[in-house]
Protein backbone atom coordinates (compact mmCIF):
# COMPACT_ATOMS: atom_id res chain seq x y z
CA UNK A 1 0.00 0.00 0.00
CA UNK A 2 1.41 3.41 -0.77
CA UNK A 3 0.24 6.40 1.47
CA UNK A 4 0.43 9.99 1.07
CA UNK A 5 1.21 12.01 4.30
CA UNK A 6 0.58 16.03 4.27
CA UNK A 7 1.85 18.67 6.54
CA UNK A 8 -0.99 21.43 5.79
CA UNK A 9 0.47 25.03 6.07
CA UNK A 10 -0.35 27.62 4.35
CA UNK A 11 3.17 28.41 4.12
CA UNK A 12 4.83 25.46 3.36
CA UNK A 13 2.81 22.51 3.03
CA UNK A 14 4.99 19.09 3.50
CA UNK A 15 4.22 15.91 2.00
CA UNK A 16 5.56 12.20 2.16
CA UNK A 17 4.93 8.92 0.36
CA UNK A 18 5.68 5.53 1.61
CA UNK A 19 4.96 1.97 0.74
CA UNK A 20 4.00 -0.18 2.90
CA UNK A 21 4.88 -3.78 2.41
CA UNK A 22 3.85 -6.08 5.45
CA UNK A 23 6.20 -4.76 8.45
CA UNK A 24 8.08 -2.95 6.43
CA UNK A 25 8.16 1.13 5.62
CA UNK A 26 9.89 1.86 2.42
CA UNK A 27 10.93 5.49 1.30
CA UNK A 28 9.15 7.12 -2.10
CA UNK A 29 9.21 10.61 -2.05
CA UNK A 30 8.89 13.71 0.10
CA UNK A 31 9.06 17.32 -0.55
CA UNK A 32 7.82 21.08 0.28
CA UNK A 33 5.50 22.88 -1.55
CA UNK A 34 6.83 26.28 -1.11
CA UNK A 35 3.44 28.93 -1.53
CA UNK A 36 5.18 32.84 -2.51
CA UNK A 37 4.04 35.10 0.68
CA UNK A 38 3.39 37.97 -2.32
CA UNK A 39 -0.31 36.31 -3.64
CA UNK A 40 -3.44 36.70 -2.55
CA UNK A 41 -4.94 34.21 -0.35
CA UNK A 42 -6.82 32.86 -3.21
CA UNK A 43 -3.87 32.24 -5.31
CA UNK A 44 -2.08 30.67 -2.26
CA UNK A 45 -4.58 28.00 -1.93
CA UNK A 46 -4.69 27.64 -5.74
CA UNK A 47 -1.17 26.56 -4.96
CA UNK A 48 -1.63 24.55 -2.69
CA UNK A 49 -4.82 22.33 -4.28
CA UNK A 50 -2.68 22.20 -7.38
CA UNK A 51 0.44 20.61 -5.96
CA UNK A 52 -1.39 18.81 -4.05
CA UNK A 53 -3.25 17.03 -6.96
CA UNK A 54 0.18 17.06 -8.62
CA UNK A 55 2.13 14.95 -6.33
CA UNK A 56 -0.62 12.65 -5.73
CA UNK A 57 -1.14 12.23 -9.73
CA UNK A 58 2.76 11.74 -9.56
CA UNK A 59 3.14 9.49 -6.48
CA UNK A 60 -0.16 7.84 -7.55
CA UNK A 61 -0.45 6.20 -3.53
CA UNK A 62 -3.87 4.48 -2.21
CA UNK A 63 -4.47 6.60 0.30
CA UNK A 64 -3.24 9.84 1.41
CA UNK A 65 -3.23 10.95 5.80
CA UNK A 66 -2.96 14.41 7.02
CA UNK A 67 -2.73 16.25 10.30
CA UNK A 68 -5.78 17.55 12.38
CA UNK A 69 -5.69 21.29 12.53
CA UNK A 70 -5.57 22.08 16.24
CA UNK A 71 -6.64 25.22 17.98
CA UNK A 72 -3.95 27.68 19.07
CA UNK A 73 -4.08 31.33 20.61
CA UNK A 74 -4.04 32.94 17.78
CA UNK A 75 -7.54 32.41 16.00
CA UNK A 76 -6.48 34.46 12.65
CA UNK A 77 -3.79 31.97 12.15
CA UNK A 78 -5.80 28.99 13.15
CA UNK A 79 -8.24 30.13 10.55
CA UNK A 80 -5.54 30.30 8.13
CA UNK A 81 -3.99 26.72 8.79
CA UNK A 82 -7.95 25.52 8.34
CA UNK A 83 -7.90 27.25 5.12
CA UNK A 84 -4.59 25.98 3.53
CA UNK A 85 -5.71 22.24 5.05
CA UNK A 86 -8.92 22.52 2.93
CA UNK A 87 -6.86 23.34 0.08
CA UNK A 88 -5.16 20.08 0.70
CA UNK A 89 -8.21 18.24 1.54
CA UNK A 90 -9.74 19.06 -2.08
CA UNK A 91 -6.54 17.77 -3.64
CA UNK A 92 -6.53 14.71 -2.44
CA UNK A 93 -10.51 14.71 -2.26
CA UNK A 94 -10.26 15.54 -6.47
CA UNK A 95 -7.46 12.90 -6.69
CA UNK A 96 -9.68 10.42 -5.52
CA UNK A 97 -8.00 9.32 -2.12
CA UNK A 98 -9.70 8.05 0.83
CA UNK A 99 -7.88 10.24 4.00
CA UNK A 100 -7.72 9.39 7.20
CA UNK A 101 -6.87 12.20 10.00
CA UNK A 102 -4.68 12.01 12.99
CA UNK A 103 -3.91 14.54 15.84
CA UNK A 104 -0.26 15.73 16.39
CA UNK A 105 -0.15 13.57 19.20
CA UNK A 106 -1.06 10.91 17.85
CA UNK A 107 1.67 11.05 15.10
CA UNK A 108 4.28 11.54 17.86
CA UNK A 109 3.24 9.02 19.89
CA UNK A 110 3.18 6.51 16.75
CA UNK A 111 6.71 7.90 15.12
CA UNK A 112 8.37 8.41 18.20
CA UNK A 113 6.68 6.98 21.03
CA UNK A 114 5.90 10.28 22.98
CA UNK A 115 3.07 12.43 22.34
CA UNK A 116 5.47 15.15 23.20
CA UNK A 117 8.14 14.47 21.23
CA UNK A 118 10.43 17.84 19.44
CA UNK A 119 10.33 18.12 15.91
CA UNK A 120 13.77 17.18 15.77
CA UNK A 121 12.97 14.09 17.29
CA UNK A 122 10.16 13.19 14.93
CA UNK A 123 13.05 13.76 12.01
CA UNK A 124 15.68 11.78 13.58
CA UNK A 125 13.11 8.68 14.15
CA UNK A 126 12.06 9.42 9.95
CA UNK A 127 15.15 9.09 8.89
CA UNK A 128 15.70 5.88 11.40
CA UNK A 129 12.25 4.10 10.34
CA UNK A 130 12.73 4.66 6.61
CA UNK A 131 16.33 4.27 6.51
CA UNK A 132 17.18 7.49 4.87
CA UNK A 133 20.65 8.63 4.08
CA UNK A 134 20.19 11.98 5.88
CA UNK A 135 17.88 14.32 8.04
CA UNK A 136 14.59 14.96 6.29
CA UNK A 137 13.46 19.06 6.04
CA UNK A 138 11.18 19.69 9.46
CA UNK A 139 7.65 19.62 6.95
CA UNK A 140 8.48 16.94 4.69
CA UNK A 141 9.54 14.83 7.90
CA UNK A 142 6.56 15.66 9.48
CA UNK A 143 4.38 14.64 6.38
CA UNK A 144 6.91 11.11 6.14
CA UNK A 145 5.63 11.12 10.62
CA UNK A 146 1.90 11.14 9.28
CA UNK A 147 2.12 8.62 6.48
CA UNK A 148 3.91 6.17 8.78
CA UNK A 149 1.33 6.87 11.66
CA UNK A 150 -1.16 5.54 9.33
CA UNK A 151 0.88 2.73 8.49
CA UNK A 152 0.90 1.71 11.96
CA UNK A 153 -2.70 2.34 12.40
CA UNK A 154 -3.60 0.30 9.63
CA UNK A 155 -3.43 -3.26 11.79
CA UNK A 156 -6.09 -2.16 13.98
CA UNK A 157 -8.05 -0.52 11.62
CA UNK A 158 -8.08 -3.66 9.40
CA UNK A 159 -9.11 -5.84 12.46
CA UNK A 160 -11.66 -3.37 13.48
CA UNK A 161 -13.14 -3.56 9.95
CA UNK A 162 -13.36 -7.03 9.84
CA UNK A 163 -15.03 -7.45 13.74
CA UNK A 164 -11.67 -9.39 14.49
CA UNK A 165 -11.52 -7.57 17.78
CA UNK A 166 -14.15 -7.93 20.80
CA UNK A 167 -17.17 -6.31 21.20
CA UNK A 168 -16.83 -2.43 22.73
CA UNK A 169 -12.75 -2.66 21.90
CA UNK A 170 -13.28 -0.83 18.89
CA UNK A 171 -12.94 3.12 20.50
CA UNK A 172 -9.68 4.91 20.36
CA UNK A 173 -8.49 7.54 22.49
CA UNK A 174 -4.71 9.42 22.17
CA UNK A 175 -3.68 7.16 19.40
CA UNK A 176 -4.15 3.98 21.71
CA UNK A 177 -6.87 1.38 21.48
CA UNK A 178 -9.27 1.09 24.34
CA UNK A 179 -10.35 -2.41 25.04
Not at 22 to 48: E, M
Amino acid sequence: MRILGIDPGLRRTGFGVIDVDGPRLLYVASGTIVVPGNLSLAARLKTILDHVREVAAETRPDVAAMEKVFLNTNPTSTLLLGQARGAALCGLADSGLEVHEYTALQIKKAVVGSGRAAKEQVQHMVQRLLSLSGLPAADSADALACAICHAHMLPVAIALGRGGLAAGAGRMRNGRLLG
